[in-house]
């Protein structure tokens, strides 16, 4: 399965209907489908071709989205880089992935020469922008210019294990590593959140502000577009303007970190605007407390709330938290501590440190397979054959599952304290911390 056939049959049977809303810039499906097939017909006249790689480094836009599906169409390889990383950062995942162009946006053209001059890779830099093409440094191409000067070209005859993007993860054990996801895996872990959270149907509208260069941002554009919903863009979250982006363009679906929903549930005129129109609101990086749910069931009625657990070698589709679990007798359960159920397509099992199956309730090793698997690190080939045992990814997570299937996250293995033979567990320790009313609380992480 490859991921351009939703953008083909959206507009074919969506053509008039908007795919892409970012600012004043509108863009039909059919209008997307012709510029996805120029982008991709100017790689080819850039030279690119089947598995080089492509890097972006820009904040969330409409254009992003079209630099994903034409380097899906054409089968060159995406590397979105992390807009958070330093310059030495940025020159490790450029010198590590070796991309040929590099598509930047105004906010980090600053980079762009210094990455140019220390990765030999590099031929040509892209700007993004529209309302900056004209005042371009001659060293950048336009992007617009590269839609006008550039027919469309064919899709190219791509294979679901055809590797489709690195995406790097955090680096928060020393260097980051890339992660292998082929056209299979980001298409199945859509499918799922399709699924999942409900995302059927070409009424969709999704307001996306988690960053694109994330697996957890980018998969709900995918997820949208496999029923030829609509994608507004914001590039970066500001509570008043993303209120006032639901109301606008009756938004049904949005993605967010329990930080953003603490801002939002902080806004003393929120009950002015109209959220009648959304439907889902999908958390995830962290679980929320029981007294944030109750606030947000209070303050949003109408409106499905569901945590997902997820990390990038798995596209990151893991587990669902559903929302009949967010409610107030869901909170009372108890089980809203939990991570919540396998994800469509997903099995999980909690393994002991040689792999066999641990009995419900024992604390082991979190263990994923399925179609959404990674297909390894780039070039590295131990820390691969580290990861992926047996057919089963290994998160590195410790927890444990109940009678009914229920994942309960208690710490990151690396992070475990033996102390007179017993485990501690860093989380627990943190929660005692955090029970105390002189400390301020956050999130603990949940994606890698």
């Known amino acids: 399965m490859y991921l351009t056939q939703s953008l083909r049959r959206s507009a074919q049977t969506r053509a008039g209907h908007l795919a892409s809303v970012d600012g004043s810039e509108r863009w039909t499906w059919s209008e997307l489908l012709d510029r996805v097939g120029r982008m991709a017909g100017a790689f080819k006249h850039l030279g690119l071709r089947a598995g080089d790689r492509v890097a972006v480094l820009a904040l969330n836009s409409a254009r992003y989205k079209e630099v994903y599906y034409a380097a899906f169409w054409s089968g060159v390889v995406i590397v979105p880089l992390n807009t958070r990383w330093s310059l030495e950062e940025l020159v490790y995942g450029v010198g590590d992935s070796e991309p040929r162009a ?12 210094p990455l140019k001059a220390r990765c ?13 093409d004209k005042s371009a440094e001659s060293t950048c191409l336009a992007y617009e210019d590269l839609i006008v000067q550039n027919k469309a070209e064919k899709p190219a005859l791509v294979a679901g294990s055809d590797l489709a993007m690195i995406c790097y993860t955090g680096g928060t054990t020393g260097r980051s590593k890339g992660v292998m996801l082929s056209q299979l895996s980001l298409w199945s872990s859509a499918m799922a ?5 409900g995302l059927v149907g070409p009424k969709a509208v ?3 502000v988690l960053p694109l260069f994330h697996i ?20 970066a979250f500001e509570p008043k303007a993303f209120l006032g982006a639901i109301s606008q363009h009756h938004v049904t679906h949005v993605v967010m970190v329990p930080t953003m929903i603490r801002m939002l549930l902080d806004q003393p005129d929120i009950a002015q605007y109209d959220l009648s129109s959304l439907k889902n609101l999908y958390y995830g990086a962290a679980p929320m407390s029981e007294a944030q749910i109750r606030e947000a069931v209070q303050k949003l009625p109408g409106v499905e709330m569901q945590q997902g657990y997820g990390q990038t070698e798995l596209s990151p589709h893991i587990s669902t938290l559903w929302p009949e679990y967010h409610t107030p ?14 994800g469509r397509c997903v099995e999980i099992i909690i393994a002991d440190p040689t792999g066999n199956e641990l009995s419900r309730g024992e604390v082991g090793e979190v263990r994923v397979r399925g179609p959404h698997m990674m297909l390894g690190y780039w070039r590295k080939p131990e820390e691969t054959a580290a990861t992926i045992v047996d057919g089963w990814i290994r998160t590195g997570d410790a927890g444990y599952m109940d009678e009914d299937g229920f994942v309960f996250l208690v710490d990151r293995l690396k992070d475990l304290i033996v102390s007179g033979g017993e485990n501690v567990y860093s989380a627990e320790v943190e929660n005692a911390l955090a029970s105390h009313p002189s400390v301020a609380t956050g999130g603990r992480h949940r994606c890698a």
């Open 102 to 113: 590099l598509y930047v946006d105004t906010e980090f053209l600053k980079f762009a020469d």
């Open 120 to 132: 030999p890779s590099l031929e040509h830099i892209v700007l993004m922008d529209a309302a900056a």
């Open 193 to 197: 959140l399709t699924a999942d959270r």
């Open 206 to 208: 999704s307001l996306h």
């Open 216 to 235: 957890g941002g980018v998969q709900n554009v995918f997820a949208t577009g496999i029923h030829g919903g609509m994608d507004v863009f914001h590039s």
């Open 329 to 342: 007798a869901g909170v009372e359960a108890s089980r809203v501590r939990s991570a919540g159920q396998a």
